[in-house]
């Protein structure tokens, strides 16, 4: 089992930085893809960026590319999205999520209970 914990979320301007922290409980953390999911009031869930066990490969949506940057620290069982010049459409419920056989892009196996972000203009 893996409990995962988000936080770093609030109220930020249009323009503005948020850097989200996702801590994850249990031994085998350094072994699982990670992603950051997201889901907008009245939209479905969203993929917005991966992170291979060992931090060589990511993967961004095409929406945030450029703006966005995840990353991890195996040793601290931690992963990271550094969300720079953030936009209105930002707004929603960011999730960590593990994955125990893949990218980390679906098909999650564990899931945080999502931080809100909210983005004024």
């Known amino acids: 089992q893996v409990q995962l914990v988000e936080s770093g979320g609030g109220l930020v301007q249009a323009g503005g930085s948020l850097r989200l922290s996702c801590a994850a409980s249990?031994?085998?953390?350094?072994?699982?893809?990670m992603g950051w999911f997201r889901q907008a009031p009245g939209k479905e869930r969203e993929f917005v960026a991966a992170?291979?066990?060992?931090?060589?490969?990511?993967y961004y949506a095409d929406s945030v590319k450029g703006r966005f940057t995840i990353s991890r620290d195996n040793a601290k069982n931690t992963v990271y999205l550094q969300m720079n010049s953030l936009k209105p459409e930002d707004t929603a419920v960011y999730y960590c999520?593990?994955?125990?056989?893949?990218?980390?892009?679906?098909?999650?196996?564990?899931w945080g209970k999502g931080t809100l972000v909210t983005v004024s203009s």
């Open positions: 999520a593990a994955d125990t056989d893949g990218l980390g892009r679906e098909g999650m196996d564990y």
């Open positions: 992170i291979s066990w060992s931090g060589g490969s990511t």
């Open positions: 249990g031994r085998t953390f350094s072994s699982y893809a």
